[in-house]
């Protein structure tokens, strides 16, 4: 069985024991079915995992006790950045799951004019709090030791008057005239990716990003969903600069 991997929030010292949060008792607990004696690694998003073991376990909580730091990193050489326009529902939770573990360091949500989803203060930021927690559990399962960061939800123009510092700006756009192979093949310190919504992006919004220095790529010669733009583009990124460079 492989060994699970649990996101705990808090400081990890080797030899400490500690009861674990409801949320990972009730997976290791209820879902995993593990009890005293079972190994666990856990990591908190500060580099590393830590080797830990269960000691205590019982219908209310879970004790482990830490066993030792593990210097694991599993970072991509890049760092890439990925503005998100919102997409309805489980669409944008796949492009979260799926950009993590793609490599992705910082996600930007995005309101875009022809974007279907319009949401209050309330709900913006509702919203990025369940999409940290799906970063947290894609980071869980891929093996990454540092959480991605979810930035709060920005409409497009703000968007544009904040952009991050990036050696390479890009977008997708189906009537641009080069991809990803004409790209430079030496690799950038940091990538801005933006992907537009299920509409696409408004003209006056790929003028924009024009002006601000965002190239636009063809992906092949379909119309790819917002989610599978995401998955496509991060992909290219990683297969041409990254990680993925050498694994084919």
Not at 14 to 19: A, D, L, M, Q, T
Not at 112 to 128: H, I, T, Y
Not at 139 to 144: F, K
Not at 210 to 227: D, I, S
Request: hydrophobic letters at 45%.
């Amino acid at each position: 069985m492989r060994i699970p991997r649990i996101f705990v929030p808090a400081s990890l010292l080797p030899g400490v024991e500690f009861e674990l949060p409801d949320q990972a008792h009730r997976h290791l607990a209820q879902v995993l079915k593990l009890s005293q004696g079972h190994q666990l690694h856990l990591f908190n998003g500060q580099g590393g995992e830590y080797a830990a073991e269960i000691v205590a376990s019982s219908r209310r909580q879970t004790i482990v006790k830490i066993l030792s730091h593990l210097v694991i990193d599993r970072e991509t050489s890049i760092v890439i950045t990925l503005a998100q326009c919102v997409s309805k529902g489980p669409r944008m939770d796949f492009v979260m799951q799926k950009a993590t573990e793609l490599g992705v360091s910082v996600i930007q949500p995005v309101i875009s004019k022809q974007g279907a989803v319009k949401l209050d203060a309330q709900r913006m930021q509702k919203k990025q709090s369940h999409w940290q927690g799906v970063v947290h559990s894609a980071c869980e399962q891929s093996g990454r030791n540092v959480i991605p960061e979810v930035r709060a939800v920005l409409n497009f123009e703000a968007f544009l008057q904040n952009l991050p510092k990036v050696d390479i700006c890009l977008f997708l756009d189906p009537l641009a005239d080069k991809g990803f192979s004409e790209l430079p093949v030496e690799p950038p310190s940091a990538v801005l990716l933006i992907i537009g919504p299920e509409g696409g992006f408004a003209t006056q919004e790929i003028e924009q990003l024009k002006m601000a220095g965002f190239q636009g790529l063809k992906m092949g010669p379909r119309v790819l969903r917002t989610e599978t733009a995401a998955l496509v583009a991060l992909s290219a990124c990683q297969l041409r600069w990254g990680d993925l460079s050498n694994s084919l």
